[in-house]
């Protein structure tokens, strides 16, 4: 079964409003976990890296008023679109780093955004 | 920087055709080398991976052997099925393990 879970699969928003997206794994404790966004065509781009109790580490072009993330536990991350604007549209994909696992990075199943 | 490089899609092939998709990297030091698959609506799962030179991953009847010396890690499948078609991302993950970059993904198409 699935070993991340993230919530919601899909949300439609207005303009200006702000979402959040939770990511968490449900069977072990992820000290990091990673936020993908997904283009339309299925290029995978890396956003940041969540590290339980510290700052998240942004990618070069990611901005982090915009993305806030938050891990404030072993088996959460979540992502916060703030003031969200129709770009924003996307599919948003967590991952969760298990060390010395057969697979080391667990997804969780996206979630699709869509501002109007 | 490490990088992963592979083939443009779509790909369309006929059930039971032979499957190829390139993948090519830029690393340093001793990375471990993954495809992923990502199905309609879903995220990712992992589908094979090798962690060293030499070493072939296989799984659902899909190979992809790390090659050094060519600095690859291409995909093939001998007879392709319609269940087949979704979208395939090559991976690595460098030697410090602190993140895993992906490759651009390749769409595939299988007609009956």
Known sequence: ???????????????????????????????????????????????????????????????????????????????????AHPEDSSFYICSALRPGQNSPLHFGNGTRLTVT | GNSVTQMEGPVTLSEEAFLTINCTYTATGYPSLFWYVQYPGEGLQLLLKATKADDKGSNKGFEATYRKETTSFHLEKGSVQVSDSAVYFCALMGSSASKIIFGSGTRLSIRP
């Open chain 1, 1 to 83: 079964g699935a070993v991340v879970s993230q919530h919601p699969s899909w949300v439609i928003c207005k303009s200006g409003t702000s979402v959040k997206i939770e990511c968490r794994s449900l069977d072990f404790q992820a000290t990091t976990m990673f936020w993908y966004r997904q283009f339309p065509k299925q290029s995978l781009m890396l956003m940041a890296t969540s590290n339980e109790g510290s700052k998240a580490t942004y990618e070069q072009g990611v901005e982090k008023d915009k993305f806030l993330i938050n891990h404030a536990s072993l088996t959460l991350s979540t992502l916060t679109v703030t003031s």
